[in-house]
């Protein structure tokens, strides 16, 4: 396999990671867009390793775990770089890049075997898969800043103002971000669970419906909404919503990881 | 072409001679004017803040011969004796000049280090200069090299970007919390002098609505007035603490006035929407209970004077960043400056040469006189010919190389060595 493309995507998150922490460290203006355009190279770099590793070993990214944590890596930067441009905030990036570099590193570090081709599920069901993946990556930003959040509260109320916390983004600007992004995995959850439903309801033979992994997805998307609609009052605004969001960040690794690989029948790796 | 100044400034004199040395619009004009006229220099600018009185110029002759003449002009200028003025004026020359003027609008020199407003000042000095024809080609491109700078040290450096008093720091916390004040309010307790500077920097950071609130309701409605503000009556916390998103306190009092019952009663009412309350007052206005309530950020005047404090110190460790980006862009001029000067010298050169050659061969053609018209001047092109050969190479070299102009430090010495001095006019 070519290994041109990863080379590039870790050299390009690696870059981008270092000109992040430089502008939250210094404040220097051009390191940050330089910052930002290098995760835009990471990210195009990254689209192509991906579909070399999908087309080398005949499968899709998602097939197995490490395709899928590639997969997320990805997803999280298009999702972070979309949060960035939108709400003009880079700040952030230090914090959100080792994410992104770790899922790519530990991806593509792993041994690619040579995996069974998948069965075809048709386009539904890839939508299924991707949107849902999407839905993790933005509840994982939201994760990321739901912490910034807490970490920034935290000096402001001690008084304890280092160099960083002039650099970081105003405490109401990283609500607002996280919200953005909880919307984003929201709607890609619903529409992506939904998509799930046609798509097992197209299958041929009997499919269960009482899978663990519809009734945690069913409890993160009723979790997040719960988020969603609190995070916007007064009394919860702040600190009591970025810590409902970091508990619902971890029941959806717990989706991600245990009821993936060991309680669900049509959701593991293996 | 070189370049002289003389001035003054917070460091070198004190308030009552700074005024007294200050230029308005009509008086640097007149100045410039005057300067000009009286053949001490070619071209003008003067720089006046209240914190300095400078006149950049490009004298006709040597910089060091023409600055004791400007001295006298300013003393004579704004009527203040030699013996006192020139005490406090310091003359700087060419390079140190140039760095004095790039260190000036860096806001090095500023007596708050790297505030933003010198920039303005000498961009609109310039302005001004430039449109009443008093600059020329030097200082002008001084002046574009000067505010290429401050705009570096700015946007590249964080020497401008801290609060540096206590006010400030506060409106600059709360934007940690809200981000942009333009949606949102304030109150503020007290109408006294620190009231009215936090009420500045509030409106200077677009806050949606401003209220004031005083035991004297007079006071409290002149600078409600003042700053497109209302008022609150005393005391009525209930209400008046429902809307503001930053509540300043500034009023002496021997007890806090906001407690931390009132504060509890008012976050209940306004369901925990985050508050940021300033105390500014000593003995304190708020107590200190009151930050241990939700959502609300309490800082008083030493935790704001710590901050003041630590920006200080985070100023001065960019200034080696700054000096740097001056000391490049000082380079830069002075290696334009050379070329110019350089390219002058070759032109100067080639006049005398043609010159010198006319007078060649009328004296040794003379004798020839068997020479046809078309060989004499033929042997004329030939000589024009070497000339040009002679000079072209280094003349462009003289334009491509920066670091051959950097070299020749000292283009009067070779003016000299071409005896080229003695043409001047």
Redesign the interface.
């Given at each position: 396999m070519n290994h041109v493309f990863p080379v590039l995507t870790a050299l390009a998150y690696l870059l981008s990671f270092g000109l992040y922490v430089r502008f939250l460290a210094a404040g220097n203006k051009f390191t940050g867009r330089v910052g930002t355009v290098l995760l835009g190279v990471g990210l195009i770099a990254h689209y192509f390793a991906l579909l070399e590793r999908s087309r080398g070993l005949h499968t899709v990214p998602y097939h197995d775990l490490y395709g899928s944590m590639s997969l997320f890596g990805w997803l999280l930067a298009l999702t972070y770089l979309g949060l960035e441009l939108y709400h003009r905030q880079r700040s952030v990036g230090a914090f959100v890049l080792p994410f992104i570099l770790v899922f790519f590193l530990a991806a593509h570090l792993a041994p690619a075997d040579r995996l069974s081709p998948p069965a075809v599920h048709g386009v539904v069901f890839a939508f299924h898969v991707t949107l849902s993946i999407l839905a993790y990556a933005a509840f994982a930003l939201s994760f990321v800043l739901s912490i910034i959040f807490l970490g920034e509260e935290r000096l402001l109320r001690n008084h304890k103002l280092g160099e960083v916390v002039w650099r970081l983004p105003p405490l109401e600007l990283l609500d607002q971000m996280s919200r953005s992004s909880v919307l984003v995995g929201l709607i890609s959850i619903a529409v992506g669970t939904a998509l799930g439903y046609v798509s097992v309801d197209r299958l041929p033979g009997q499919n269960s419906f009482y899978d663990p992994k519809y009734i945690i997805t069913l409890l993160v998307l009723a979790l997040y909404a719960l988020y969603f609609r609190l995070a916007g009052t007064a009394a919860w605004r702040g600190a009591r919503a970025s810590k409902l969001c970091i508990f619902n960040f971890v029941i959806v690794v717990l989706s991600f990881t245990v009821v993936n690989l060991y309680l669900s029948h049509s959701h593991r790796y293996f | 072409m070189e370049i002289v100044l003389v001035g003054l400034n917070h460091r070198t004199a004190p308030v009552e001679v700074r005024e007294r040395v200050s230029f308005s619009e009509e008086q640097a004009q007149r100045a410039a004017e005057e300067l000009r006229a009286r053949g001490i220099l070619e071209e003008t600018l003067v720089l006046s803040t209240c914190n300095r009185s400078e006149v950049y110029g490009v004298p006709p002759e040597s910089s060091h011969e023409c600055a004791p003449g400007l001295s006298s002009f300013l003393s004579e200028f704004h009527s203040v004796r030699h013996e006192v003025l020139s005490v406090s004026l310091y003359h700087h020359y060419d390079r140190e000049a140039v760095r004095h003027l790039f260190q000036v609008a860096a806001g090095l020199d500023s007596m708050l280090l790297g505030e933003a407003e010198i920039l303005g000042q000498v961009r609109e000095a310039y302005r001004f200069a430039h449109e009443h024809g008093a600059t020329g080609p030097v200082l002008n491109r001084l002046f574009q090299g000067a505010l290429e700078v401050g705009k570096r040290v700015r946007?590249?450096t964080?020497l401008g970007?801290?609060p540096m008093s206590a006010a400030a720091a506060g409106v600059?916390?709360a934007?940690?919390?809200?981000?942009k004040l333009s949606e949102r309010k304030a109150l503020v307790l007290g109408a006294g002098e620190m009231s009215e500077q936090v009420l500045s920097h509030l409106r200077d950071r677009g806050i949606a609505q401003l209220q004031v609130m005083n035991r004297s309701r007079e006071k409290a409605e002149e600078l409600a007035k003042q700053f497109g503000g209302k008022v609150v009556g005393w005391g009525e916390w209930d209400s008046a603490l429902q809307t503001p998103d930053v509540v300043v306190g500034s009023v002496s009092a021997e007890e806090p006035v906001l407690r931390r019952d009132i504060v509890e009663r008012a976050m209940a009412a306004?369901?925990?929407?985050?508050l940021f309350l300033m105390d500014l007052g000593v003995p304190r206005n708020i107590d200190a209970k009151v930050?241990e309530l939700?959502?609300v950020?309490v800082?008083n005047t030493d935790?704001l004077t710590?901050?003041v404090q630590?920006n200080r110190n985070?100023r001065e460790s960019e200034i080696p960043h700054a000096q740097g980006i001056v000391e490049e862009h000082v380079s830069k001029f002075l290696s334009w400056q050379a070329s110019v000067e350089l390219v002058g010298l070759v032109d100067a050169l080639r006049t005398k040469l043609r010159e010198e050659r006319a007078t060649f061969i009328r004296s040794r053609m003379e004798p020839m006189k068997h020479l046809s018209e078309t060989d004499r001047a033929q042997v004329e092109k030939l000589m024009d010919e070497m000339l040009e050969k002679v000079l072209l190479e280094p003349a462009q070299r003289l334009r491509g190389e920066k670091e051959l102009r950097r070299k020749i430090q000292n283009v009067e010495a070779l003016r000299d060595l071409f005896l080229l001095n003695r043409e001047k006019p």
């Open positions: - | 946007t590249e964080e970007t801290r600059k916390l934007e940690r919390i809200f981000g306004r369901g925990n929407r985050a930050a939700y959502n950020y800082y935790d710590e901050i630590q985070a």
